[in-house]
């Protein structure tokens, strides 16, 4: 049973940064594949960026892809998403998530988080 709990969230102006925790507990953090979903209101969850189980490798959404960054630290059972160059867009409920494999799929992980607020003003 792996338990996660997003942390980071909050209200930035258009352009700035945040950077999202995903603190989890239990001993099986690093055979966990990690990943980052986000809700706006009315529309569907959508993957945002995904971190292999070593860390090694890394996916994002194209809507993302050079503006967010997504590390892990097995040492510490944190998952981290680092967001730049924020757009109101980008507002969201941004979710963390773990799974044998995660990929943008969002039926496909096994634990979730409870969610944190994003708010990109403009």
């Known amino acids: 049973q792996v338990q996660l709990v997003e942390s980071g969230g909050g209200l930035v102006q258009a352009g700035g940064s945040l950077r999202l925790s995903c603190a989890a507990s239990?001993?099986?953090?690093?055979?966990?594949?990690m990943g980052w979903f986000r809700q706006a209101p009315g529309k569907e969850r959508e993957f945002v960026a995904a971190?292999?189980?070593?860390?090694?490798?890394?996916n994002y959404a194209d809507s993302v892809k050079g503006r967010f960054t997504i590390s892990r630290d097995n040492a510490k059972n944190v998952m981290y998403l680092q967001m730049n160059s924020l757009k109101p867009g980008d507002t969201a409920v941004y979710y963390c998530?773990?799974?044998?494999?995660?990929?943008?799929?969002?039926?496909?992980?096994?634990?979730w988080g409870q969610g944190t607020q994003v708010t990109v003003s403009s």
């Open positions: 971190i292999t189980r070593s860390g090694h490798n890394t």
């Open positions: 998530a773990a799974g044998v494999i995660i990929t943008s799929n969002p039926s496909q992980p096994t634990y």
């Open positions: 239990g001993r099986t953090f690093s055979r966990n594949a």
